[in-house]
C-alpha cells in the first residue's frame, strides 16, 4: 500500500488539535461499482417509452441512447481531469468555488441541496417503488400513496446504511451491480432469441415518425440522460478514493462505455419483444418486456428493476451526502453538516439533512416532471463547470495533472450543455422552466446577508453544539 493509499481515521494538526477525517476506502472496484451500480438504476427500466414517445421512432430513439451514452463519456473524461487538478471533494461544487467564486458555488449548492440531489433521490425511490409493488398490482394502477410510503421506506433504509458504514455501503454498491448487470444480460439474451426468431418488425422503417423539431429531441435527451445519471459521482467522493490519479480516469473508462453498450442492446430486446406503441403505453417496460417473453416468471423483473433501483438510491446518497458535507466545511452551510461520527468516520449529519430534504420533495413529486427539471438544472451547472475546465486550460496550463483531455473535448460537451438547457425553452417554452430559473437564481438573496455579510453569525450555534453531542459528530478535515 502506498503513502497515498494509507488514510489514519484521526490527523493531528499543528502536532496539538486532533481532527478527524473520511477514510480512503474506495478501491477500483468499489469506484466502478459506484459509477456503474449508480447509472444503472430506474432510469434504464422507466425511461425508455419516454424517449421513444418524445423523437417518435425506434430508430430516433437507439439514436438518442447512444448520443447520450457519448456525452457521459466526454463529460466524464473533462471530470476526471478536474478531479487530478483538483483534489477534493465535492464535484461540481469545488470545482465551481475553485474557478469561478463563491457566488456561483453557494448558487449551484442552494439549487444542489434544496433540488437537485433531493430531486434525483425522489425519483430513484418512486421507481423503486413502482416497481417492488408491480407484482402485487398487476391488473390495477398501484395507490399513489402507497408508492410514495414505499419510495419514503426506501430512502430512510438507504440513509442508515450510509450512516452506518462506508465499507457496508460500497459492498451492497458492489453486489447491486452485479445483480444490476445480471438483470440486463437476461434481457439483452432475450433480445437476441427474439431477433434469431425474426421479431424484427419494430425495426422496419425505424426512423419514420422522427421528430426532429428542438423541444422534442431536447426532452428526448433530458430523458436518456437521466439513465446515465451518475457518470461524475466519483468526483463527489475524490478524498475517499484510493489512488485517485490512477483510479478516477480508469474507473470512468471501464463504467459509462460498459454501461452504454448494455443500454443501447436493452433497448433493442425492448423493441424486438413490443411495438413501439406498446413500448410507449407501457407504464413499466421491463415487466412489460417480462411479461411478454418470460410468461409466468415476468414478475422476476419487477424484482430485478427494484432492487436495481435500489441500489442506485445507494449510490446517489452516498455521494450526494458529500456535497453537502463539503459545501459545510468551506463555510457554505451550517457547521454542523461539516462533521463526520466520531467512531464510524460517516458524515451523518449531512446525510440525515439531505434524506429530510428529499422526503419533502417526494411528497409532490412525479417520475416524469422530477426528471426534466433535474435534467434543465444540472446541465446548466455542468456547463458552468466544464467552463472552469477551460479556464484551468488555457489560463493555467502549469498546474500538475496526471490526465488531460484535448481542449476541443470540454467545447464540445460544452455546446450540447447549452443545447440541452436552451431546448425546451425556444422551442415550446413552458412557465415551469422560468420558475426553476428564478429558483436557482434566489440562492443570491440568501449569499448576500448570510455568507457575504455573515449576518446572525451565532444564530445556529447552541443549536450545533445540541447537535454535536446528540449525534456524536465532530469537524473533519479535509483529507487530499
Known amino acids: 500500500m502506498t503513502g497515498e493509499d494509507r488514510c489514519p481515521a484521526v490527523e ?23 459509477v456503474a451500480g449508480t447509472m444503472i438504476g430506474s432510469g434504464i427500466f422507466m425511461s425508455p417509452q419516454f424517449v421513444l ?21 466526454l463529460g466524464s473524461l473533462c471530470y476526471a481531469e478536474l478531479g487530478t487538478v483538483i483534489r477534493e471533494s465535492g464535484g461540481e461544487y469545488i470545482y465551481i468555488l475553485r474557478t469561478s467564486g463563491p457566488v456561483l458555488a453557494f448558487i449551484l449548492i442552494f439549487s444542489s441541496v434544496i433540488f437537485v440531489r433531493p430531486a434525483s433521490v425522489a425519483g430513484i425511490s418512486l421507481s423503486f417503488a413502482e416497481y417492488a409493488l408491480a407484482p402485487f398490482y398487476q391488473d390495477c394502477p398501484c395507490p399513489q400513496l402507497l408508492v410514495k410510503c414505499v419510495a ?25 451491480m452485479v445483480a444490476k448487470v445480471l438483470a440486463l444480460s437476461v434481457i439483452i439474451i432475450g433480445g437476441v432469441v427474439l431477433l434469431v426468431r425474426g421479431e424484427t418488425e419494430s425495426f422496419e422503417d425505424s426512423f419514420n415518425g422522427t421528430n426532429l423539431g428542438i423541444n422534442p429531441i431536447g426532452i428526448a435527451f433530458y430523458q436518456g440522460l437521466w439513465s446515465y445519471d451518475g457518470w461524475n459521482n466519483l468526483n463527489y467522493v475524490t478524498e475517499e478514493l484510493k489512488r485517485p490519479k490512477v483510479n478516477l480516469p480508469r474507473a470512468v473508462m471501464i463504467a459509462i462505455p460498459m454501461v452504454t453498450m448494455l443500454y443501447l442492446l436493452v433497448n433493442v430486446s425492448y423493441l424486438a419483444a413490443m411495438t413501439p406503441r406498446e413500448l410507449m403505453l407501457s407504464s413499466a417496460v421491463a415487466v412489460t418486456w417480462g411479461n411478454k417473453v418470460l410468461g409466468s416468471w ?7 428493476a427494484a432492487l ?29 453538516l461539516a462533521m463526520a461520527h ?4 460517516t458524515p451523518s449529519p449531512a446525510l ?63 455546446m450540447a450543455a447549452i443545447f440541452l438547457v436552451m431546448a425546451p425553452i425556444i422551442d415550446n417554452p413552458a412557465i415551469e422552466y422560468l420558475y426553476v430559473t428564478i429558483f436557482i437564481f434566489s440562492g443570491v438573496l440568501v449569499y448576500v446577508p448570510f455568507i457575504h455579510y455573515k449576518l446572525c453569525p451565532g444564530l445556529l450555534e447552541k443549536v450545533t453544539v445540541f447537535l454535536q453531542l446528540f449525534l456524536e459528530v465532530a469537524p473533519a478535515d479535509k483529507n487530499i
Not at 415476468?298 to 430485478?304: D, E, L, P, T, Y
Not at 466520531?342 to 468516520?345: G, S, T
Open 352 to 414: 440525515i439533512f439531505t434524506t429530510a430534504i428529499s422526503l419533502l420533495v417526494l411528497i409532490p413529486g412525479d417520475f416524469q416532471s422530477i426528471v426534466n427539471f433535474f435534467s434543465f438544472t444540472a446541465w446548466f451547472f455542468y456547463t458552468i463547470t466544464l467552463s472552469g475546465l477551460l479556464y484551468l486550460k488555457i489560463k493555467k496550463p502549469e498546474l500538475p495533472r496526471t490526465y488531460s483531455v484535448p481542449i476541443v473535448i470540454p467545447i464540445l460537451v460544452i
Open 308 to 336: 436495481s433501483a435500489f441500489g442506485s438510491l445507494n449510490g446517489t446518497f452516498f455521494s450526494g451526502g458529500r456535497v453537502c458535507f463539503v459545501a459545510a466545511r468551506e463555510g457554505h452551510m451550517p457547521d454542523i
Open 298 to 304: 415476468g414478475w422476476v423483473m419487477s424484482i430485478a
Open 152 to 176: 419514503a421506506a426506501g430512502i430512510v433504509v438507504t440513509a442508515i446504511v450510509n450512516c452506518l458504514n462506508v465499507r457496508f455501503a460500497m459492498s451492497m454498491q458492489v453486489f447491486f
Open 53 to 73: 414517445v418524445n423523437i417518435g421512432s425506434p430508430g430516433g430513439s437507439l439514436v438518442v441512447w447512444a448520443a447520450c451514452g457519448l456525452l457521459a463519456v
Open 342 to 345: 466520531v467512531n464510524r468516520l
Open 12 to 34: 493531528v494538526l499543528d502536532g496539538t488539535s486532533p481532527k478527524l477525517s473520511l477514510k480512503r476506502e474506495v478501491g477500483l472496484v468499489g469506484a466502478v461499482s459506484l
